[in-house]
């Protein structure tokens, strides 16, 4: 809206102190012009002032960690272009990708401090601050896509989305990253034995961390933006993520091997900043919601398109990938696992997920 720029910056200009207004006349200046000037002024200030009320604009800033034309980038743009859709352009706003403004953990406390608005999100970094959501990471716990979308898409993940509003944050819904696999630079990983030894990236959760322990591997955990780096210089072996984080971060330039392990299933979430949201009536705040229901139906079905496409994208671009692994020896070492959430948070809600249909 330029014009309202335009009139906000001229209309300053005949109400700050002007001394060929107010001051001393210059010899061709007339009373009559100097009353003509304030009239234009007042004006233009009104017009400006209830142009600004009218509009009310606000830019917003959605961050996440991958590439714009990622599953998480496709859902950003499903989010930014809904809001201004049903807001009618009051909220529009701008990605910030690829980890610009931090790993997961670093925008995660950027929503609770209000210096950032919008966060697409793995849940691996928020049982740090939100300990029930560990629950969903817990290996070999969902059977298929249907089963944790039924779970994220009910009850639990409604109560889910309430723990995290207790923590200084906004849980407006859930989206999602994929079952994730195992790649590495050394070898092909066909059964646990195989992870013996490799030094293996996980995202900063215990959960992960104990599993891949127990099932043999080094695990050692690391931020998001770092971890092409640390494949490429060999600080790590090897790491585990979906097929879409696989192919929009190109890991095959630096891992030759995937197995299709489906160890885990990881949620995304989007996250908003109680600093913004607290500050909006019920209807602004409706507007969020439903651009997070867009923006999740948006990212599901690129999660979907690549479940399909994938395992061929990925072969196509050298990597040797095993579909075809027995997941029973893995699931058993990896089960210790639980205890990490169990032992404090009891097994009713594990027990609830496992019995959702
Ligand atoms: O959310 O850290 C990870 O491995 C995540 O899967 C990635 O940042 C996308």
Redesign the pocket.
Known sequence: MKWAENARTEAHQPLEPNPHVCGEKTTNSYPWEDNMKHTIAAFIGTLALSASIAQAEQSIVLG???SPA?H?GIGADAFLAKLAEVSGGEFTGTQAPA?QLG??RDMIEGLQIGSLDVV???T??LGNFVPEVYALDLPFLFRDYDHARAVLDGDVGQELLGKINDNQLVGLAWSE?GF?HVTNSQRPVLTPADLDGLKL????NRVHMEAFSQMGAAPTP????E?FTALQQGVVDG????V??ITASKFWEVQGHVSLTGHVY?P?VILASPTLLDGLTDEQRGWFYEAAAASAAATRAEVNRLEDAGVALLRENGMEVITDIDKAPFAALAQPAYAVYTDEYGTELVERIQAVQ
């Open positions: 996440h960690t991958l990622s998480y980890g790993g997961e697409i999100t793995s691996g970094p990253n994730r990236r996980t995202m900063e690391m931020a998001f933006p971890l790491q585990e993520n979906p879409t984080v990881s995304a």
